[in-house]
């Protein structure tokens, strides 16, 4: 068996040792395809058992790759490629015919937005395995929902309630929600303010984007709620 050492003239292009067994007029090896592609063209010398004296003929038949765009509803939301990170929209050059795992992240959290995995333009499953034939592109679409925050002031005047409710305080883009606001007993309430105004209640707010409101009460000396007991020894 000889040992053949081929070195390429780009310094992105690793040493790589194959070692051609007697009779053999081929053998396949792999390369990075990031830097053999099949638009690329790498000057390959070869030395044949340590010295570049007699060192057989070697051709270079880079597979062909194709570009894949992986995209998203909303660019810069987050995924996968083969496990390694990626930022919408990413372009990939695979080699035509081999398979790759993509994966959509949800949820994803940008401030007080929220991004939820819907589908994929292929039909794919959130995470699942794409096959390299031809360019094309691939597009991850999600769902938006904006944080409503919740405050009432004083904080013993009363409550503030919304409908629909929510368990973690997002709303879907577009959607509707209603917020009523309680006095507690000795309190009356007096109006809402930051994204919502006026003494009206209940009031509909429209979840176009994050969105604060605070209900306002104001309460009598006697107000149960706003007593503290001390004990006396």
């Not at 070697?58 to 909303?74: D, R, W």
């Not at 790759?100 to 589908?119: C, D, E, K």
């Not at 503030?160 to 009523?180: C, E, F, M, R, W």
Request: aromatic letters at 8%; charged letters at 5%; a neutral charge.
């Amino acid at each position: 068996r000889s040992l053949v050492t081929l070195t390429g003239s780009n310094t992105a292009f690793p040493s790589a040792s194959v070692t051609v067994g007697a009779g053999l007029l081929s053998q396949s090896f792999s390369l990075p395809t990031s830097v053999v592609s099949s638009t690329t063209t790498v000057t390959i010398t070869a030395s044949y058992n340590g010295s570049a004296a007699n060192a057989p003929l070697l051709t270079v038949n880079p597979q062909p790759t194709v570009s894949i765009t992986i995209n998203a509803s909303t660019p810069g939301l987050l995924g996968t490629a083969d496990g390694s990170s990626y930022a919408a929209p990413q372009t990939f050059n695979w080699v035509q015919g081999s398979n790759h795992t993509i994966n959509a992240g949800s949820p994803q959290n940008s401030g007080n937005t929220r991004y939820l995995f819907s589908s994929w333009s292929d039909g794919g499953a959130q995470s699942h395995l794409v096959t390299a034939s031809t360019t094309t592109t691939i597009t991850a679409s999600f769902t938006t929902q904006y944080l409503l925050t919740q405050n009432v002031s004083p904080s013993t005047g009363g409550s503030l309630s919304a409908n629909p409710i929510s368990p973690n305080g997002y709303y879907g883009a577009g959607s509707t929600v209603q917020l009523t606001a309680s006095p507690n007993t000795g309190c009356v309430f007096t109006g809402f303010s930051d994204d919502l105004a006026g003494s009206a209640n209940p009031q509909n707010l429209g979840m176009s984007a994050p969105r604060t409101v605070t209900a306002n009460f104001s309460c009598t000396a006697n107000n149960p709620a706003a007593l503290q007991f001390v004990a006396i020894t």
